[in-house]
């Protein structure tokens, strides 16, 4: 069983940057494809960005794309997401995710991902 853990979130202000990691505190992630979701009070969780498991194929949701960089680093065993120039409404609690290659990325739907983190709460505010 693969348990994830997410670290990095924060307050930031409007333009400004964060960092978020993920790995798990036990197993490895490199036979995993990984994500981000991101969920706000009253709306479903919705993914952020994926990237494969081979790190060769990344998907973003539309309003993140130019902006978040999802990235993976197998020899740490830990993912990340780079996340610059945000905005207000890219407060939310961020979770980490890993699938199996066949239900993964470039897939951005929960359903997908077996194994998730407790997430990480982000707030953008000036």
């Known amino acids: 069983q693969l348990q994830l853990v997410e670290s990095g979130g924060g307050l930031a202000l409007p333009g400004g940057v964060l960092r978020l990691s993920c790995a798990p505190s036990?197993?490895?992630?490199?036979?995993?494809?990984l994500a981000w979701f991101r969920q706000t009070p009253g709306k479903e969780r919705e993914g952020v960005s994926c990237?494969?498991?081979?790190?060769?194929?990344?998907n973003y949701k539309d309003s993140v794309k130019g902006r978040f960089t999802i990235s993976r680093d197998n020899t740490r065993n830990t993912f990340y997401l780079q996340m610059n120039s945000l905005k207000p409404e890219d407060t939310g609690v961020y979770y980490c995710?890993?699938?199996?290659?066949?239900?993964?990325?470039?897939?951005?739907?929960?359903?997908?991902?077996?194994?998730w983190g407790r997430g990480t709460q982000v707030t953008v505010s000036s």
């Open positions: 995710a890993a699938a199996h290659p066949a239900t993964g990325c470039p897939n951005l739907y929960s359903l997908g991902y077996e194994y």
């Open positions: 036990g197993g490895t992630l490199d036979y995993y494809a």
């Open positions: 990237i494969s498991q081979l790190g060769r194929e990344t």
